[in-house]
């Protein structure tokens, strides 16, 4: 093809290969991992196998799984068979490994063996960014992620859900009942003897759920939050912001460095709402970066005033949104934000600019007195 760049034949070979060496750039991050994991101590940190054995088959140093670990959390590859399958076709992992391709299964096996190990990694990390400088500023946001669990939502029981599900099965064997009754009706013959036994077969498995169902949700009332997944124990049914959606999994609560963006820390929480981490990060957080005073950033959905009164009580500063729980705005009304409020004179200035006209007082559920305004000067 004419005045088209082409590429060689598949087939043509080279005397002098290309090394690997010549595909990775000064300023690619694979070198940044590289030389990390190798200022690391690994022996110090926990990890095992660094010292190999005598006999056996030779096994992979755990710097070049924890290399690719890395890897993958850097480009968002998590499973383990997609880490296995990058290993062999990818040329920057090429480079970062040596050229092995572990599989799948020691990539988890690695992951799940070493949790506590990558953990003081992770914090060692964020201690090397605070010595050079990238941590200076004690200003972090904090929010909440959901990350899905392996369990499936079918494995996971609610009290709800749980209502739900007998619910379905007593309609179920009611309907079989019903047929039964039907084909009791009817002439016998070799097709009504083998329907009546289908039937039957249907209505036994569904007491033998029934039954399996009420086992769990014993196990699940004993339990603090009355929730069980059966895959992973730990996971717990959380709404999304989608509506009707829902993931069952856990919810990872993040501190970000508002400069460079980096994770100061992290913590994997089981609670679908974001109520309650906040006081307890921006404390971790302060500890981290071993200051005085430090400024947390947050969303509505961590507004609570326990949480803000035990942060200002650290010394930590927290500026969020208040959420909006008056519904006046819906009905074409003021809200309480819309009126300014004068300390000085102790009075309220409505939207027009006018002051309002104090009324009475009032005695509330609680036997306080209540002011009460009149708006006739707006």
């Keep these: ?123 060692q990390f964020v201690e090397l960014c605070r010595r050079i400088g990238l941590l200076n500023e004690a200003s972090v946001a904090i929010d909440g992620s959901k990350f899905k669990a392996v369990n499936n939502r079918d494995r996971n029981f609610t009290a709800n859900k749980m209502k739900r599900r007998m619910a379905q099965i007593d309609e179920s064997i009611a309907r079989y009942l019903h047929q039964l009754e039907s084909a009791d009706r009817q002439e016998r013959s070799k ?56 993931v069952v999994g856990y919810n990872v609560q993040a501190a970000v460095d508002t400069r460079h963006h980096l994770i100061v820390t992290h913590e994997v929480t089981q609670s679908g709402s974001d109520r309650s981490p906040l006081a307890p990060m921006s404390k971790k957080t302060k500890q981290v970066l071993d200051v005085d005073k430090l400024d947390v950033v947050a969303d509505r959905g961590y507004f609570t005033s ?45 939207p027009a600019g006018e002051v309002l006209l104090f009324v009475s007082h009032k005695r509330n559920a609680e036997g306080l007195n209540r002011r009460r305004y009149s708006t006739t000067a707006c």
């Excluded at 309480?336 to 004179?345: G, L, N």
Aim: glycine letters at 8%.
């Design 191 to 246: 097709a009504r003897a083998m329907r009546i036994n289908r039937l039957n077969d249907k209505i036994d498995k569904l007491h033998e759920e029934l039954e399996r169902l009420h086992a769990l949700d014993k196990q699940r009332q004993a339990l603090p939050d009355q929730q069980i997944s059966l895959t992973d124990p730990d996971a717990r049914s959380m709404a999304t912001s989608g509506r009707g959606s829902g």
């Design 1 to 123: 093809m004419k005045r088209f760049i082409e590429g060689q034949a598949r087939d043509q070979a080279t005397l002098f290969p290309e090394c690997l060496e010549d595909w990775i750039d000064g300023d690619n991050p694979v070198r940044v991992v590289e030389a990390y994991v190798e200022s690391l101590d690994l022996g110090g940190l926990g990890f095992s196998g660094v010292d190999p054995k005598a006999t056996g088959r030779p096994s992979y140093h755990p710097a070049v799984l924890l290399k690719l670990y890395i890897y993958g959390y850097l480009d968002a590859v998590q499973s383990s068979r997609r880490l296995e399958r990058e290993a062999a076709r990818n040329v920057e992992l090429m480079w970062l490994l040596g050229r092995p391709v572990p599989d799948h299964k020691t990539i988890a096996e690695f992951r799940r063996n070493n949790g506590p190990c990558i953990r003081k990694v992770c914090a």
């Design 306 to 350: 326990e949480q803000i009164l035990e942060c200002a009580e650290a010394g930590i500063s927290v500026t969020l949104p208040k959420p909006q729980t008056s519904n006046n705005r819906a009905r074409g009304q003021f809200g309480k934000p819309d009126f300014r409020y004068v300390a000085s004179e102790d009075m309220y200035i409505c």
